[in-house]
């Protein structure tokens, strides 16, 4: 019985672990969840994950439901190499976890709801866009960056140290969340965040674009005076 993955390449944590599975080599069936059409909210995968959420792993029957949890148990259960998770270096694990736990309600969050509030809430609901919330959170998405910058990143070439690890694969995928919206200045106005992205980026190669193409493509259907109107 193969490791299967359920996702959707639209989940910012979806795009993360799909990376590191191809990254890493790790064979695995791929079982796609339209959040789009509700199929997460269906029963059948209520079943899998009550929590109604992508990414989940089925490894053999073992099922794991949180992105965090399942690069962690993935990096240690098929050894990947020991940058993503070095267990055997406590203070960069430390490190890791730290940006990890921290990511959730801070630089996850506002970049969701930045998106969501200048694409898929007006889509959704049929409203104009709300920009005072659009400027909420355009606030807080400029204080993430600068957090991103002056606390986890200083002077290293990643967020915990000088090699890629998994809080990198995990933190470019929320920013880039902001380029079909066209708020990728947010980030990209912060030289050493943008070099920090580009680094990663890199380091993927066409994995990257080729992960990102759905989410990249939502950019030609995103015009804020149209979406004003609604």
């Known amino acids: 019985m ?11 944590p979806s795009r993360a672990v799909f990376m590191f599975l191809k990254l890493n080599n790790i064979p695995f069936d791929e079982v796609f969840v339209s959040i789009g059409a509700g199929e997460h909210r269906q029963e059948e ?12 792993i089925d490894d053999n029957g073992f099922v794991l439901t949180e992105s965090v949890a399942i690069l962690k148990y993935l990096a240690k259960k098929y050894k990947a190499p020991s940058h993503w998770y070095p267990e055997n270096d406590t203070a960069t694990t430390a490190r890791i976890d730290e940006y990890m736990n921290w990511q959730h309600q801070n630089l996850r969050q506002n970049c969701a709801m930045l998106f969501q509030n200048l ?7 049929g409203m104009p866009i709300d920009w005072e919330k659009v400027k909420f959170y ?21 967020l915990c140290g000088d090699e890629i690890t998994l809080a990198d694969l995990l933190g470019v995928c929320e920013l ?5 919206v066209r708020e990728q200045m947010m980030y990209e106005s912060n030289a050493k965040v943008k070099a920090w992205v580009d680094r990663v980026k890199s380091r993927l190669g066409s994995l990257f674009n080729q992960t990102h193409e759905g989410i990249f493509g939502m950019e030609a259907m995103f015009d804020p005076k149209v979406n004003s109107k609604m």
Do not use: C, T
């Open 2 to 12: 193969a490791l299967k993955l359920y996702y959707d390449l639209g989940s910012q």
């Open 119 to 125: 694409i898929l809430i007006p889509r959704m609901k």
């Open 176 to 180: 880039v969340q902001l380029v079909p």
């Open 138 to 158: 355009r606030k807080k998405v400029a204080e993430m960056v600068k957090l991103l910058d002056q606390y986890f990143l200083k002077n290293n070439l990643y």
């Open 45 to 56: 995968f209520r079943k899998i994950n009550p929590f109604r959420r992508v990414p989940v």
